[in-house]
């Protein structure tokens, strides 16, 4: 991954449950949407195989609505 090499924090994450998470920085600098349906991917899934595309879109949505619940909720402590 040329000079800037692969960090953890940076351009990868563990997970909860122990999984390896590449983050949209990561992602960025590949170049294209890989179509595997990762977490933060920054090309809106646009390789991903069609019947799926939809469904990691809706979750993303989800997640969004989920977390500016959360942040609301967080906010009024």
């Not at 000079?3 to 990868?12: A, N």
């Not at 994450?13 to 991917?41: I, S, W």
């Amino acid at each position: 991954m040329g000079k800037t090499g692969f960090t953890e924090g940076l351009h990868y994450y563990f997970n909860d449950a122990g999984q390896m998470v590449l983050t949209a920085l990561y992602l960025l600098e590949q170049g294209l949407c890989c179509g595997n349906g990762c977490l933060h991917c920054p090309y809106n899934y646009e390789n991903a195989p069609e019947s799926r595309r939809e469904i990691l879109r809706a979750e993303r949505r989800q997640r969004a609505k989920q977390n500016a619940t959360k942040s609301r909720h967080e906010g009024n402590r």
